[in-house]
């Protein structure tokens, strides 16, 4: 949804006489939507531009909108011009810069409405431009894990069927030998079989459906921090930021519990003796995920100032048996974004030195 399709040009807004109406209207929309009268103090401001420019409702409204963000000279002299000639206008790649925040690319439009008091006041509708390019990234990530998925299915088929006569093989030979010496080398070849068995089994990750348990994000997490702590060295600090709000949701815990735990045993492990892991959670609204609107979603961060993943990986790091660590088999992280697609969520990462973040997004189906 968006100005254009509730053709806010021709329409009435009456907080007033029907709050709940307009603030659900706003409320529903995907993209921010800030109100504004004609000295530019925000009147009204929907859940994504809450998120998107860093502000609450509360602090938000009466306020400025230059004392909460700095705009350049073109938009402001856009927000002019629609406050005085009554025209709708756009600005295109306009960076914002929240007090507080990082800036953010957007894309601009700005259209009058009316309220029942003044015929001066504006709609400003923010798309942000990264969230649209993540939308793309995220879906082309789904289809590549689903062409590996499918690669690693036929591959797994092609290779059991001889590992399993090679393996009958030896066992049958194994029992018509009477050296103990010749059985030693009929024993490795089983062993090994069933080495690569377990290793093709793990590249295909879990074929059982998800569980539906109700969940608490907080005990997970905890239960995993706990882990991690066990086997830190005393340079390390493992800390956590949680949003004590998030609700109990159904969700598969092993499979949760396995992701959290493939992350954050990355996480220090790239720290080494010294250094330091932060756990935190929060809740976005309007989420997208692999084309799929979710209206509720637990963003899961686990950062580290470890010496990040170099670049030439970053955009691989999910496949199979690609690895930042020596003697890494690289099936773990492409594992967890294999569990997460199988419980509607993703994984994505960015990682520069000193500050590699894993997030984890997981729709909230309340309990």
Do not use: W
């Not at 004392?67 to 005085?84: G, K, M, N, T, Y």
């Not at 093709?200 to 907080?218: A, F, K, Y």
């Not at 790239?270 to 609107?293: M, W």
């Not at 594992?335 to 984890?360: D, K």
Request: aromatic share 4%; proline share 5%; with cysteine.
């Amino acid at each position: 949804m968006t100005i254009r399709d509730i053709n806010v040009q021709q329409a009435t807004i009456d907080p007033v006489s029907n709050p709940d109406s307009a603030a659900r209207l706003l409320d529903n929309m995907s993209t921010a939507v800030v109100a504004l009268d004609g000295g530019l103090k925000i009147t009204a401001l929907n859940t994504a531009a809450e998120q998107l420019l860093g502000i609450s409702v509360g602090k938000a409204v009466g306020r400025r909108l230059t004392q909460l963000v700095h705009i350049p000279d073109s938009l402001f002299a856009r927000l002019r011009e629609a406050v005085e000639s009554g025209q709708p206008v756009n600005d295109r790649h306009v960076t914002l810069e929240p007090i507080g925040f990082d800036p953010i690319l957007v894309d601009c439009s700005i259209a009058p409405y009316l309220d029942g008091h003044s015929n001066d006041r504006i709609l400003m509708e923010l798309s942000a431009l990264d969230r649209s390019l993540r939308i793309v990234r995220d879906e082309a990530t789904a289809m590549q894990q689903e062409n590996v998925k499918s690669l690693l299915k036929g591959l797994a088929h092609e290779i059991k069927n001889p590992l399993g006569g090679l393996r009958g093989a030896a066992q049958l030979l194994e029992r018509q030998l009477d050296d103990k010496e010749l059985t030693e080398y009929t024993s490795i070849i089983i062993h090994e079989a069933d080495r690569l068995q377990v290793l093709i089994d793990r590249m295909l990750g879990p074929n059982s459906r998800p569980r539906r348990d109700e969940l608490n994000i907080h005990e997970m997490l905890e239960h995993v921090r706990k882990i991690l702590l066990v086997g830190a060295g005393p340079g390390v600090s493992i800390t956590f930021d949680y949003d004590p709000s998030i609700p109990e949701f159904l969700s598969d815990r092993d499979r949760l519990v396995q992701v959290f735990l493939n992350i954050a045993g990355n996480a220090l492990e790239a720290i080494g003796d010294e250094g330091e892991v932060v756990f935190a959670s929060r809740v976005v609204t309007n989420f997208t995920i692999s084309g799929t609107l979710y209206p509720l979603v637990i963003k899961v961060c686990i950062n580290d100032n470890g010496p990040g993943i170099p670049s030439i990986l970053i955009d691989q790091i999910f496949y199979p048996m690609v690895s930042n660590r020596m003697g890494g088999s690289g099936l773990g992280l492409s594992i967890a974004q294999s569990i997460m697609g199988q419980l509607g969520g993703l994984i994505e990462c960015e990682s520069e030195r000193g500050n590699t973040n894993f997030t984890v997004f997981i729709p909230l189906e309340l309990s």
